[in-house]
């Protein structure tokens, strides 16, 4: 079990579209653990293993009770300064595949642990229909809704290279590279 340093913008690293599990080993169930202690310790409610530089297939997400529907909130997404004190519900997506969306969309006010501290609103599809295995190599399908469903989809972008960012206007992105620059420069 281990902290891992979490890669932000611009690091080519999470342009990169990461390979599928082959096999569902300890070495991965390692990664899996890797994974959840770093998103705890960054207050996250989801990450992609290419945040913490690993080329694979897997996602993990902890919504750690928070109420569906509470849009405006200031992150969706996976940084959402969870709640400490909320209860735990560990999630693991090995090899995630969205199969259907739904044509109705919902929007989020979204935050990345990546892009640390910005937020931008994302309309993406309301429901998503999502197959993927646990952490036995077990396969499983079902459709989420709510935030569960934007999370889901914010983290398989991820695996696909994809950030939150790409889906608002270049002149929203332009503001918030901006403001996260000016945030770094401030220490
Ligand atoms: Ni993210």
Known sequence: MAILPIVEVP???????CEPVAEVTD???GIVADMFDTMYDARGIGLAASQVGILQRIVVIDLQERP???EGDEGAGDEADADAGGTR???AFINPELLSVSEETSTYNEGCLSIP???????RPARCHVRWL?????????????????CMQHEIDHLN???FTDHISRLKRGM????????????
């Open 89 to 91: 519900n560990p999630h």
């Open 176 to 187: 918030l590279m901006k403001k996260l620059d000016k945030m770094r420069r401030n220490g």
């Open 134 to 150: 646990d952490t036995d190599g077990q396969s499983h399908e079902q459709e989420f809704d709510g935030l569960m469903a934007t």
């Open 27 to 29: 070495e991965v169930r």
């Open 68 to 70: 569906e529907g509470d």
């Open 117 to 123: 501290e910005q937020y931008a609103e994302v309309t």
């Open 11 to 17: 690091d080519p690293v999470l342009r990169k579209v």
């Open 161 to 163: 290279g994809v950030l």
